[in-house]
Each structure stands twice: as structure tokens, then as C-alpha cells.
């Protein structure tokens, strides 16, 4: 027996949702009975009461995304509501210069698709067995660059050209957005600093000067004072740590470096000469 009062009565379960969504729900012929078996009289209850709508489905859309151009590689990638089986596309820079991959320079990341790329530029995804992208996002392909191909530094690159296809065969409508995967940028320019150190002076009287420097050196020449008291230091002598540098020092404070070949030093660091010191006895 239900007493006297209000709450819930029962759960309906209804059959084929999918065909009823949406539909509005109406009671026909309600029959309620006392406890004896009688039926009551009357019975109030609304004609039909509206079911809330299901929500819309999400919007089609299939977004692509091309990243810089990182260690001689591209990665394409997807973001999509929609299957596809194929597409196509076309790597240049900005100015419209197409990128020259290799034949084997596409690297798919479904191994259910094929990738077939050329010296223009043009990336071809395709599946031999009906094969299709499922929703979803990730990486598309990977694209690798010969090593002889070296843009210019900060080179934006785009797609174009591009075309995705449905697995019945339809065009995709693809948003995409150059945003100018650029190439690595360029190195900084030197400085033009040359720091030079020496060591302590060891037991037979020689110490070594070395070098750090981000630029060419074609030549030197430095007084060389003892730390305390900034007195002149006397040298006899120094051999250069390259065979084309010549090194001079002595019998003064005075050491110099000079190429008669015209050849500079490198730009790096490592030992510049190793110096002799006079007699100080």
C-alpha cells in the first residue's frame, strides 16, 4: 500500500531510445485503487510531459597542425570529429618554394595508410585495404627533409594544396591555419670576446696560456706581469700549440703570436702557447 503523500511512484524503462528521443511522454487511462480495490475517482495528472532533448552532436571538424622544422623533420598533425581514409598535401615555404623530401621521407603514423612523398613538396596518405582514420587526434605523419636541404634561417613553412577525403571518397572541409613553422634560428653572432687564462707557474719555470674564442685569430701579443705588485715578467721563450702560429717571447715581458701563412686560429678554446720564463735567480 502507497501511503498518503507524494514522491516517486516507479521507474520506466524505454525501449528503443534512440527512436524516442526527444519525445514527449503522455499518460492515457490511469487507474488507481484503494486498498479494498476500488478504483479512485478522480485522478489528476498532467496530459504530457515534455522529455528533455538529447544534446546536439558535437560539431564536424578535422584541424591539422604542422610543426617547425626540427632536426631535419616535420610532424603533421590532426585533430578531427570526423573518419577519414585519405589525403594530400603540400610542404613549402612560405613563399611558395615546395620542401624536397626524399622518397622514403614520410613516415606514417597509422601502418594501415601508405605515404607516398616527392622532390615537390607533396605528401599523399592513402590505404590499400579501406582503412580509416578513426576520431580522434594525434601525430598524421612524420616528414623527414634531406640533410643537404638547409633553408634559410628562420624560414616559415606551410601546407597547401590540402585535401582530406571520407571513406566514401567525399572532400573533408580541413581548418588549418599557417602559423609559420619556422626553421631553427640562426646561431648567435659572435661576440668577438677571446678570454685567455694561464696556469701557475710549475717547477721549471714554464706555465701555459690558453684560449676561448668565438672568433678567428690571426695574430696576439700580450705583456705578461707577475699578480703582485704588477711587476714586468721576464720570458725567454714560448712554443705556440700551433704548428702555424709562431710564438715569441722574451727577453722581455712581451710575448707575440703570428702566422706566416696567413692561417688564423679557429674559433673554440683549448691551449694558445706554453711559455718559458727567464731566470729569475
Partial sequence: MVPAGEGELMTVVVEDVQANAGADLCLDTVIL??????????????????????????????????????????TVSYDTTIPFAGYQFTVAETDGTPVPFNTDGGVSAFPELSVSVGATGTVVGFSLTAATIP??????????????????????????????????AEAIPVTYECEG???????????????VTVTSIDANGQFVMSYSSDVLIAGYQMDVYENIGQQPLILESAVSAFNFITASAGPSNVMIGFSLSATPIPSGSGELATVQIADQS
Fill in 33 to 74: 485503487s484503494d486498498p479494498t480495490a476500488t478504483a479512485i475517482e478522480p485522478v489528476s495528472y498532467p496530459v504530457c510531459v515534455a522529455s528533455p532533448s538529447p544534446p546536439p552532436p558535437p560539431p564536424l571538424s578535422l584541424v591539422i597542425t604542422l610543426s617547425g622544422l626540427v632536426s631535419n623533420t616535420f
Fill in 181 to 195: 613553422g619556422f626553421a631553427p634560428p640562426a646561431p648567435p653572432a659572435p661576440s668577438g670576446v677571446i678570454v
Fill in 135 to 168: 576520431i580522434g587526434s594525434g601525430v598524421l605523419v612524420t616528414l623527414t627533409v634531406p640533410t643537404d636541404y638547409n633553408p634559410a634561417s628562420n624560414t616559415a613553412f606551410c601546407l597547401k594544396d590540402i585535401i582530406f577525403s571520407s571513406p566514401s
